[in-house]
């Protein structure tokens, strides 16, 4: 059996562009339609926007214990800007890959479940499949909340989920967290000729810059864990942009930081010395203008996600899913495992191998024969 099903629900997919931020109820609908026609019973749940929805499907008999949850999101990545060389929107399949937006990342795991269900009985399931869809993961997981709140009331839980993000089809069960911050720093103007009368905005963010540097050199000091490409935690810096001109001294200055941490890392102890070393700067500018001050905007943060203690899976990946929120949350043990390689996500010409669509669909209907 080749990857004929799974190719046909990709280019339905694909043909929705669903960038996060955007309106996804056309997919959320069109999937929805899909899962009652194989049996489900799907609800359609409003997400954190207007014009955002999540939803859950659950085949087989709900009530039972032993289910297993299939988690995706139904966003994906703009495209403002790459080169592709064909409609991102409209899935092209050429020498043994198919190219669109989100084929890999992660509309293509979505397609394998949806093609493994053609045939399944829902009458035959002792266990139920819980199929979860939410919006704007690429947005820092910022829409999942209202699907983990209904999936939190079930009279029943699963008894553990697999989110399917790129793997290569490798089970993953554990990933770094992410915290990003926005840092304002208003400081006040002066001509530049009189600078000890003002207070550089751009001066202090790059002390600032400067502080979270020498914090990376101690984070790549350890702890570290070599299953990662990157085997310890990171902080990211940028963009940065302030002033206006040379002659000026700058009264704004803005940055964003991101810190990604080891699973067992505490972020909000990291993020502590951050907030210490900004307020440290801080008194400094208030003693020349007592108006001035570095605030800090949250941006997105999500938990990492941890090894089951009954899992012998060793595979790490260094980039973030929703599988940490739904462990933190539904406290079931969670792996990452789906088609593709998230070395394609997010770029030009987005694609992924029929090969793994084949071998996805195929894992799909293992684990629908295991639920019988």
């Given at each position: 059996?080749?990857?004929?099903?799974?190719l046909?629900?990709?280019?339905?997919?694909?043909?929705?562009?669903?960038?996060?931020?955007e309106?996804?109820?056309?997919?959320?609908?069109?999937?929805?339609?899909?899962?009652?026609?194989?049996?489900?019973?799907?609800?359609?749940?409003?997400?954190?926007?207007?014009?955002?929805?999540c939803?859950?499907?659950?085949?087989?008999?709900?009530?039972?214990?032993?289910?297993?949850?299939?988690?995706?999101h139904?966003d994906?990545?703009?495209?403002?800007?790459?080169?592709?060389?064909?409609?991102?929107?409209?899935?092209?399949?050429?020498d043994?890959?198919?190219?669109?937006?989100?084929?890999?990342?992660?509309?293509?795991f979505?397609?394998?479940?949806?093609?493994?269900?053609?045939?399944?009985?829902?009458?035959?399931?002792?266990?139920?499949?819980?199929?979860?869809?939410?919006?704007?993961?690429?947005?820092?997981?910022r829409?999942?909340?209202?699907?983990?709140?209904?999936?939190?009331?079930?009279?029943v839980?699963?008894a553990?989920?697999?989110?399917?993000?790129?793997?290569?089809?490798?089970?993953?069960?554990?990933?770094?967290?992410?915290?990003?911050?926005?840092?304002?720093?208003?400081?006040?103007?002066?001509?530049?000729?009189?600078?000890?009368?003002?207070?550089?905005?751009?001066?202090?963010?790059?002390?600032?810059?400067?502080?979270?540097?020498?914090?990376?050199?101690?984070?790549?000091?350890?702890?570290?864990?070599?299953?990662?490409?990157?085997?310890?935690?990171?902080?990211?810096?940028?963009?940065?942009?302030?002033?206006?001109?040379?002659?000026?001294?700058?009264d704004?200055?803005?940055?964003?930081?991101?810190?990604?941490?080891?699973?067992?890392?505490?972020?909000?102890?990291?993020?502590?010395?951050?907030?210490?070393?900004?307020?440290?700067?801080?008194?400094?500018m208030?003693?020349?203008?007592?108006?001035?001050?570095?605030?800090?905007?949250?941006?997105?943060?999500?938990?990492?996600?941890?090894?089951?203690?009954?899992?012998?899976?060793?595979?790490?990946?260094?980039?973030?899913?929703?599988?940490?929120?739904y462990?933190?949350?539904?406290?079931?043990?969670?792996?990452?495992?789906g088609?593709?390689?998230?070395?394609?996500?997010?770029?030009?010409?987005?694609?992924?191998?029929?090969?793994?669509l084949?071998r996805g669909?195929?894992?799909?209907?293992?684990?629908?024969?295991?639920?019988?």
């Amino acid at each position: 059996m080749g990857p004929e099903r799974s190719l046909a629900e990709l280019a339905r997919l694909v043909a929705h562009p669903t960038i996060a931020g955007e309106p996804n109820g056309e997919l959320v609908a069109d999937v929805a339609e899909r899962l009652e026609r194989a049996g489900a019973a799907v609800s359609v749940l409003p997400g954190t926007r207007p014009d955002a929805f999540c939803l859950h499907a659950v085949l087989g008999p709900a009530e039972a214990p032993g289910g297993v949850l299939l988690a995706a999101h139904s966003d994906v990545v703009g495209v403002d800007g790459q080169p592709w060389t064909h409609d991102p929107f409209r899935l092209h399949v050429e020498d043994g890959r198919a190219y669109g937006r989100g084929t890999a990342d992660m509309k293509g795991f979505l397609a394998t479940v949806l093609a493994a269900l053609d045939g399944v009985e829902p009458r035959r399931l002792r266990r139920p499949l819980h199929l979860a869809l939410s919006s704007d993961e690429e947005l820092g997981c910022r829409g999942v909340a209202p699907l983990l709140d209904a999936l939190a009331t079930l009279p029943v839980r699963p008894a553990r989920a697999v989110v399917g993000e790129p793997t290569e089809l490798r089970v993953v069960n554990r990933h770094k967290s992410k915290t990003a911050v926005r840092v304002h720093v208003r400081g006040r103007a002066a001509h530049s000729s009189l600078a000890s009368t003002g207070v550089n905005a751009v001066a202090y963010a790059a002390r600032l810059v400067n502080a979270l540097l020498a914090l990376q050199d101690e984070l790549a000091a350890g702890p570290a864990d070599p299953d990662y490409a990157v085997p310890y935690a990171t902080v990211g810096i940028g963009p940065i942009e302030g002033g206006v001109a040379v002659n000026i001294v700058p009264d704004r200055c803005r940055l964003d930081v991101e810190l990604r941490t080891l699973p067992d890392q505490d972020p909000g102890r990291l993020m502590a010395r951050i907030y210490a070393e900004a307020a440290a700067l801080e008194r400094e500018m208030r003693a020349v203008d007592p108006e001035s001050s570095i605030a800090f905007e949250p941006l997105a943060s999500y938990p990492g996600l941890r090894p089951a203690r009954d899992r012998a899976a060793a595979a790490a990946v260094d980039f973030g899913t929703e599988a940490g929120l739904y462990q933190q949350r539904l406290g079931i043990p969670v792996v990452v495992c789906g088609p593709g390689s998230m070395s394609q996500g997010h770029q030009a010409d987005e694609f992924v191998a029929l090969e793994q669509l084949e071998r996805g669909e195929a894992v799909i209907r293992r684990l629908l024969r295991g639920l019988t």
